[in-house]
């Protein structure tokens, strides 16, 4: 894991947006085509905004949802179908857009996106870190051991509280309890994966997955150090807690 540095977060985006960006046009060079996971999320902001300005053919660029809410209308403000169709889809010119639309029912979308998913590698995967250290929406105790390619799963208070917190929902007990994510080990399978974790409120999670002693699913983005290629992507004030030496090993 290689870990950049920058003072704000709007610069974060643009560097992350960079990265991402050279991995697709590299792929399209060599095979003509490229495919990605994007996540979503207030923490994605600046990387998207940065990420639709870059110079790439989108028309050979196949993109593929993270993950999502069950049972949540898709014209819900916390809709990540709806973020993504807002943020990203709408900018671009893509090739194809694979969308967990749950409203087709779980077994249904799961059936399908993961056919879709399993067609070919994926190149890049642009993967965030939770609040609670969680990776997509794999909250601790993180199941590692899953080989499906989705799966459901139950929200824990701290990720919902996160959800919360950005301003998503009108009360905590609105926030849903389950949702449809992509597994770990699905994840892992990404050629590359790009990580932009910008803000203060993600500070105790960026310190726990580079400091942890060992790779632990109470920690599920402590996972991805075991990657041969991930890219972080830091500001100043989600690595406000790591020491010096922590910053030596990874920057």
Known sequence: MKVILSNTAKELG??????????LNDAIARQGSARMILSTGASQFTTLEALV?????????EMFHLDEY???PAG?????VKYLKERFVSKVNLKAAHFVDTSIGVDAIVEKISAELNEAPIDVGVIGIGENAHIAF??????????????LVQLDDACRRQQFGEGWFPSFDD??????????????????IVSAVPYSVKAKAVHDVLTAPEITNMVPSTIMRMHPDV???LDADSAAMLDKSTKKKFC
Not at 76 to 80: G, K, R, T
Not at 139 to 150: I, L, S
Not at 177 to 190: H, N, Y
């Open 70 to 72: 069950v049972d949540l």
């Open 138 to 151: 794999n909250d601790p105790p993180a199941d590692f051991g899953c080989t499906a390619c989705y799966k």
């Open 53 to 61: 300005q870059e110079d790439v053919d989108w028309s050979k660029v």
């Open 231 to 233: 890219t972080l992507f």
């Open 175 to 192: 926030v849903p309890t389950e949702a449809l994510s992509m597994t770990v080990s699905r994840i892992m399978q990404c050629q590359h």
């Open 14 to 23: 643009c560097k992350a947006a960079s990265k991402i960006a050279a991995l």
């Open 76 to 80: 819900h403000p916390a809709s990540f």
